[in-house]
Nanobody, 115 residues
Framework: QVQLVESGGGLVQTGGSLRLSCGAS????????MGWFRQAPGKEREFVAA????????HYADSVQGRFTISRDNAKKTVYLQMNSLKPEDTAVYYC????????WGQGTQVTVSS
């Protein structure tokens, strides 16, 4: 059974930083990429950032470009999201995503940025 376990969410003030982690277990096939999405109350889930597993190419949503950095540890099947200069509009549940033979999702971790 594939499991994505996220950690690192919490409450932070505007301008602060958080680091999210997501580790994958139970998956032994090829990974195309891993990344993060988020969903704020009353809004649809949106793409945040992703990194390809073999080449390490990174791509970001315009709204987080320059503030967030995604990285990976292939051996640990773990992806990280370093979030700096956080804004209240970054408040959301953040979901880890693994793209392989199909899409897999974590349970989500809450990030709250107070003004």
């Amino acid at each position: 059974q594939v499991q994505l376990v996220e950690s690192g969410g919490g409450l932070v003030q505007t301008g602060g930083s958080l680091r999210l982690s997501c580790g994958a277990s139970g998956y032994s096939l090829s990974i195309y990429e891993m990344g993060w999405f988020r969903q704020a109350p009353g809004k649809e889930r949106e793409f945040v950032a992703a990194v390809t597993w073999s080449g390490g190419s990174r791509h970001y949503a315009d709204s987080v470009q320059g503030r967030f950095t995604i990285s990976r540890d292939n051996a640990k099947k773990t992806v990280y999201l370093q979030m700096n200069s956080l804004k209240p509009e970054d408040t959301a549940v953040y979901y880890c995503n693994l793209r392989g033979v199909m899409d897999y999702w974590g349970q989500g971790t809450q990030v709250t940025v107070s003004s």
